[in-house]
């Protein structure tokens, strides 16, 4: 962290202020907006951004699970032979095809593409911290992994 | 067996396997895909894809906690994340390319070396050492919160650090596990950054990384919702309980105890990829 980091910090609210602000008000004119984004303070905002994808990821899964134990329940459970999954399970578009005809597998599978987007979602809210941070050579890095990773997903036939 | 009874029973070992991993601290990825391949006999693919998924979810549900206690090092973790997301696109690729009796020979002797790991005593930390210089570039040093207020320190071997990442990015790719072990390598012991910050530094990382190989994964088939989703959901309510209580337990007799399951079961998946009953 570059930020100098002011000495007792109780529960580690605030992120580091350079000089108690006297108001509010004369504050926001006289210091420019980039200081108060500090890396505590993207941190903070990215673990919001992990909680929620958790929870809605998880959610969507397990809607998709009691319809898939409800219909599929009883059948025969065969992983023993790998066959690959079907175009509907392997592509977003076929996943969000499948889902939407709420057939629970497709929901699972949505709720898996939720998660798998989630990580995604917080390098997308770095770059955006970083730049708040005008600190060019982080947005570089943050950038390099976010072409990674939206590689992975789109590049691979997962569009097709 | 019928879909609901796999689903309960897959579920409820996912349950355990996520509990013991957050209570040990080693994760419960690592017994998770010789657990569904030994004892469910699936197809180790399938297992990988699942575990994978499981693991995207605990290190972004974990990583949420542990980043308000102001440990975790963004910058470390955005650095060494070039090296592992690449390292991960290739394990993927690596894994739908060699056969599943290779995987699981390097399943069991990746899982041997983690046993023996976590059982080694951690060397005495050395402070105020100079920096590297490139870390100074990339302002990889930082401070975190100790008994005595905030303690600075200062990253050493950013290059070997980068490098052993990068392999360590390969293997979760190829085996779907967070591959905690070789973080130890190459961000205690390369980079000698503060194990409180390394292990939520990297657990900041771990679900990055996963989602790297995952949408490879997903798009080759191998990523099956019957699945992955009691693995996922199971895991994921095994390690929340984990650290809601981890506080209270004593887990030093645990430790070992999961040491030994992760050994035996290495064993056994070499055993089972040599002699090529996978």
């Not at chain 2, 402070?127 to 490139?134: G, T």
């Not at chain 2, 205690?188 to 679900?207: L, R, Y």
Request: proline fraction near 5%; glycine fraction near 10%.
């Amino acid at each position: 962290m570059t930020t100098p980091a002011s000495a007792p910090e109780p529960n580690g609210s605030a992120g580091p202020t350079p000089a108690a602000p006297v108001n509010a008000a004369t504050a926001r004119t006289t210091r420019p907006p980039a200081p108060s984004w500090s890396d505590h303070r993207i941190e903070v905002m990215l673990a919001k951004v992990l909680r929620f994808g958790v929870i809605a990821s998880s959610a969507v899964v397990l809607c998709g699970a009691v319809i898939y134990l409800a219909f599929h329940g009883a059948q025969p459970a065969n992983y023993r032979v790998f066959q690959g999954e079907p175009s509907d399970f392997r592509t977003i578009p076929g996943i969000f095809h499948a889902a939407l005809h709420a057939r629970g597998r497709g929901l699972i599978q949505l709720g898996l593409l939720l998660l798998i987007s989630t990580p995604i979602t917080r390098v997308l809210f770095s770059v955006a911290g970083f730049l708040l941070e005008h600190d060019r050579l982080y947005v570089i890095c943050t950038v390099i992994v976010l072409a990674v990773l939206l590689y992975s997903l789109l590049g691979s036939g997962l569009l097709l | 067996m019928t879909i609901f009874t796999f689903t309960a029973l897959v579920a409820s070992v996912s349950f355990l396997a996520g509990l013991l991993g957050s209570l040990t601290g080693l994760g419960g990825g690592v017994v998770l895909v010789p657990l569904l391949t030994i004892l469910f006999h699936v197809d180790i693919r399938y297992a990988i894809g699942a575990s994978l998924v499981s693991v995207i979810a605990t290190s972004s549900g974990s990583a949420a906690a542990y980043i308000k206690e102001g440990f975790s090092n963004i910058r470390i973790g955005m650095v060494l994340e070039i090296a592992t997301t690449t390292g991960a696109l290739a394990g993927a690729y690596l894994a739908t390319w060699i056969p599943t009796v290779a995987l699981a020979i390097i399943f069991g002797v990746m899982m041997i070396y983690s046993a023996f790991v976590s059982r080694r005593v951690r060397p005495p930390e050395q402070r105020n050492l100079p920096p590297d210089p490139l870390a100074t570039r990339l302002r990889l040093n930082g401070s975190f919160p100790d008994l005595e207020g905030r303690r600075r320190y200062n990253v050493q071997r950013v290059r070997t650090g980068f490098s052993l990442m990068f392999g360590a990015g390969a293997l979760s790719g190829m085996l779907g596990i967070g591959s905690g072990a070789l973080k130890v390598l190459a961000m205690d012991q390369a980079m000698q950054i503060p194990f409180k910050v390394s292990t939520t530094t990297s657990n900041f990382m771990i679900g990055v990384t996963a989602a790297a190989s995952a949408g490879i994964y997903l798009s080759r088939g191998y990523i099956d919702p019957g699945l992955a989703m009691p693995v996922m959901l199971g895991v994921l309510a095994g390690s929340f309980l984990g650290s809601r209580i981890l506080v209270k337990a004593e887990t030093r007799k645990l430790r070992v105890v999961f040491a030994v399951v992760i050994l035996v079961l290495g064993l056994q998946m070499l055993y089972k990829g040599i002699w090529g009953h996978i």
